[in-house]
């Protein structure tokens, strides 16, 4: 199986990921805050022609990341996450 990047670049604050080339247009980026059991949706982001995405965003201590996408045959994917940051 084929893994899908999340890179969370702390000194940019940037969120990075690549997901198939053969994804719907855009993947949604999840965040679940502290103290919370579930994610929800930050923002839809648009994928480049080669699916990798950026995006600029507001890291916070405690936050867990992740992001959900759509494959061409519209079969929904495992959301990727990370681990909550701390620093």
Known sequence: RRLEPLVVDRTRS????QVRPAAAPTVTLQIRRPGSAEFVDLEDVPLEADGAFVRRVTLAPGVSYRYRWTDASMTAREPKKILPWSG
């Not at 940037?14 to 990921?17: H, I, P, S």
């Open 14 to 17: 940037l969120l990075w990921g």
